[in-house]
């Protein structure tokens, strides 16, 4: 079942205001990339508006093509070492006090991209000592070196996407595996960082796998976890199986605290990096300003 029209609960904010036009004018002197953009997320308007946005690196161009993702498939351009030190002085010139930075799939490259992910981590720590620092990161195929050499620059939070639940893996996101993604979280887990991942809803899961995926998560003790609603990119992607009520992801999120995870933002406009400063919060020990009062 297709449904053309969004219910009530998902109209996001216009974008607009000047805190809006310093993010936007901020990405393109840098030739910064944003997921914001790429992705056609529903709250840029909000987050840049709140001078926040999640910078996007090793290019814009994806070697994998998840089916629910508005990201470039095709064969990436060079890899620009430049890039960590003009995020670096983005995140500075942002005032972020939470740096939220991800990348496309590199499996072109023998690493991944983890030494590139490395390098941005330093960069930013060395510029922003204060700022916090989350890396959603791709599964780099399970490559444990790859993921090491990214933890061993020491970020903040381990971000990994689970997106949604086993079954439907292979259709949704194509070439990563459920099993692997959660060896991800694992293994940052054991080596101590706080993790986190995020699952869409809407995508055609039902109700007990969603509980089985959420007990997966909770036996490697992911402590953050982000749960939205599908949104198809455009009439080539996925459709969306039906609207999740705000009823529905309070329920989930009741259901996950339950199972001791330490966070859980729920709602139909949550993304992985939606008030990221605001979850992280608990495990990094700052206070984050209120929502609305600028770069977090
Ligand atoms: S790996 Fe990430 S960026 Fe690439 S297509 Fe999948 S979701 Fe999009």
């Known amino acids: ?45 909000e987050c840049w508006s709140r001078g926040t946005a999640t910078i996007m690196i090793l290019g814009e161009t994806c070697t994998r093509s998840c089916r629910f993702c ?65 890396v959603l990161i791709p599964d780099f195929k399970g490559e444990e070196q790859s993921l090491n050499t990214v933890l061993d620059a020491d970020p903040d939070i381990l971000n990994h996407n689970m997106e949604t639940v086993r079954r439907l893996q292979k259709p949704v996101r194509v070439q990563a595996r459920y099993d692997r993604s959660r060896e991800v979280l694992q293994r940052a887990k054991e ?38 609603q599908y949104l198809r990119p455009t009439e080539k992607h996925l459709p969306i199986d039906r609207w999740v009520t705000p009823e529905e992801f309070a329920r989930w999120k009741e259901r996950a605290l339950g199972l001791g995870f330490g966070v859980c933002e729920s709602g139909p406009l949550v993304r992985s990096s939606y008030h990221a400063e605001e979850q992280s919060a608990k495990y990094t020990g700052w206070t984050p300003a209120p929502i609305g009062v600028g770069a977090g």
């Open 70 to 134: 508005a990201i470039a498939t095709g064969k990436p351009g060079e890899v620009d070492f430049g890039e960590p030190a003009r995020v670096a002085d983005a995140v500075r010139i942002m005032g972020l006090k939470h740096a939220v930075i991800t990348s496309v799939a590199r499996d072109d490259l023998p690493d991944g991209g983890a030494e590139i992910w490395a390098r941005t981590v330093r960069a930013v720590k060395l510029v922003n000592p204060d700022t916090h620092i989350e």
């Open 191 to 228: 080596r101590g960082f706080v993790t986190k991942t995020g699952l869409m809803l809407g995508i055609g899961e039902r109700e007990e796998e969603i509980e089985e995926t959420l007990a997966d998560l909770a036996e490697v003790k992911v402590d953050i976890l982000t749960l939205g």
């Open 1 to 45: 079942m297709e449904m053309d029209r969004k219910p009530p609960w998902l109209r996001a904010k216009i974008p607009g205001g000047p805190e809006y036009a310093k993010v936007r004018d901020l990405v393109k002197v840098n030739k910064l990339h944003t997921v914001c953009e790429s992705a056609h997320c529903p709250n840029l308007g």
